[in-house]
Nanobody
Framework: QVQLVESGGGLVQAGGSLRLSCAASGRTFTDYAMGWFRQAPGKEREFVAAINWSGGVTKYADSVKGRFSITRDNAKNTIYLRMNSLKPEDTTVYYC???????????????????WGQGTQVTVSS
């Protein structure tokens, strides 16, 4: 099992930036792909971005493409989500997740991730 802890959320004005972090422990970090999801109250968890074990392959939701960037530092067992040009509609709780299925293609389905963090709140004011 993988333990994940997110940090870096907060309040920012529209057009501003934030960087979320997700620290992992419990399994060899390079054994698994990682993803970021977000979930608003009463809505399903929404895919944001994913990154493979080496950091060489990434995938983004259309709604964040060009504004958000996912990276990982395998020496620190940490992934990041750099969020630029934030919009009020980006306001919600963000979760990181681990997929250690070794699937060949990065998944954008929450059901295909095995471990989840507790979430971090991002609020973008207009």
């Amino acid at each position: 099992q993988v333990q994940l802890v997110e940090s870096g959320g907060g309040l920012v004005q529209a057009g501003g930036s934030l960087r979320l972090s997700c620290a992992a422990s419990g399994r060899t970090f390079t054994d698994y792909a990682m993803g970021w999801f977000r979930q608003a109250p009463g809505k399903e968890r929404e895919f944001v971005a994913a990154i493979n074990w080496s950091g060489g392959v990434t995938k983004y939701a259309d709604s964040v493409k060009g504004r958000f960037s996912i990276t990982r530092d395998n020496a620190k067992n940490t992934i990041y989500l750099r969020m630029n040009s934030l919009k009020p509609e980006d306001t919600t709780v963000y979760y990181c997740a681990a997929d250690y299925s070794r699937r060949r293609v990065l998944s954008d389905q929450a059901s295909e991730y095995f471990s989840w963090g507790q979430g971090t709140q991002v609020t973008v004011s207009s």
